[in-house]
């Protein structure tokens, strides 16, 4: 069974940091591209950031600079530090795996609150 279990959120001010850490099961991690995505309410589900199995990667325009992707395949983990938060980049934050579009994988999602 895949699960992908997602951890690291909560509420942080603006400015501050997070690490989001995305613990991978069930596949064979190491072939798949790995990405974070974001959904706020009342938006539609974005693309942040993703990892290739060859570690290039590519993010949103909105997040160049202050977050950065990267992934440990002996851990089968992928992390997106966050840096010099804003209070747009609240939302709720999922991990994907994909390889294929029909093989691809979500985590639960887990609630990233920048705020004062």
């Known amino acids: 069974q895949v699960q992908l279990v997602e951890s690291g959120g909560g509420l942080v001010q603006p400015g501050g940091s997070l690490r989001l850490s995305c613990a991978a099961s069930g596949i064979i991690f190491s072939a798949y591209t790995m990405g974070w995505y974001r959904q706020a309410p009342g938006n539609e589900r974005e693309l942040v950031a993703a990892i290739t199995r060859g570690s290039s990667t590519n993010y949103v325009d909105s997040v160049k600079g202050r977050f950065t992707i990267s992934r440990d395949n002996a851990k089968n983990t992928v992390y997106l530090q966050m840096n010099s938060l804003k209070p747009e980049d609240t939302a709720v934050y999922y991990c994907?795996?994909?390889?294929?579009?029909?093989?691809?994988?979500w985590g639960q999602g887990i609630q990233v609150t920048v705020s004062s």
């Open positions: 994907n795996a994909y390889l294929y579009s029909w093989n691809t994988y």
